[in-house]
């Protein structure tokens, strides 16, 4: 299973960032694909996750009404829309995924997932 990311930089205060996630050795219909970041001198929180069976999302509070999470099965992507950024949006942003569970859409602590990626960073500047 491999998880890549790519879309990261570097963008104004209020700009926008697509993230995309590329999938590869799993259905990923079979999985909940979530996107998860690590601030500077901060543990790694999850942002938002998908499920992409059904389509169910979850956005952690800090990024509710800024960023939207997709998929496309067929092509096995992930995005993240990232919106209305902010200076402490600024962080190095993880693909990762877990098989998924239909109870809720949210992979939960990093200790639950199952595969990563290595991260693309984003840098928002005032």
């Known amino acids: 299973v491999q998880l890549a990311e790519s879309g990261g930089g570097l963008v104004q205060a209020g700009g926008s960032l697509r993230l995309s996630c590329e999938v590869s050795g799993v259905t990923l219909e079979d999985y909940t694909i979530g996107w998860y970041r690590r601030a500077p001198v901060k543990a790694r929180d999850g942002v938002s996750c998908i499920t992409n069976g059904d389509g169910s999302a979850y956005y952690a509070d800090s990024v509710k009404a800024r960023f939207t999470i997709s998929s496309d099965n067929a092509k096995k992507m992930v995005y993240l829309q990232m919106n209305s950024l902010k200076p402490e949006d600024t962080a190095v942003y993880y693909c990762?995924?877990?098989?998924?569970?239909?109870?809720?859409?949210?992979?939960?602590?990093?200790?639950?997932?199952?595969?990563w990626g290595k991260g693309t960073p984003v840098t928002v500047h005032s």
């Open positions: 990762a995924g877990r098989r998924a569970n239909y109870d809720t859409a949210y992979i939960g602590p990093p200790n639950g997932v199952d595969y």
